[in-house]
């Protein structure tokens, strides 16, 4: 399994229109088969920071994600507003 964690970063005042696109994103995600889970979080302290973990079967699932018409979507929207992005690509261990 892979598990990704993604940190993203919003102005404050985008971050009500960008967790309701996040949290479309997430159900988007789910419904690809090689998407084991997708976790969507908000910062208590900073409602502009959102932490994301997602679990793929492999690699290519990962791929086939980043590939996907819905995530070309999420991206066009996303890209102007994020501030601060940082990804991790994990082996799930335990």
């Known amino acids: 399994m892979i598990v990704i964690a993604v940190k993203l970063v919003v102005a404050e005042s985008d971050a009500a229109a960008f967790e309701a696109r996040l949290k479309q994103h997430a159900a ?28 793929y079967t492999d690699m290519a699932a990962f791929e086939e994600h980043k590939a996907a018409d819905f995530m070309a979507d999420f991206r066009e929207f996303s890209t102007p507003l994020v501030k601060e992005r940082v990804l991790a690509i994990c082996d799930q261990i335990a």
């Not at 889970?37 to 908000?42: H, Q």
């Open 28 to 55: 988007n995600s789910l419904t690809q088969e090689g998407c084991k889970g997708f976790l969507v979080a908000r910062d208590q302290e900073n409602p502009g920071a959102f932490q994301l973990w997602e679990t």
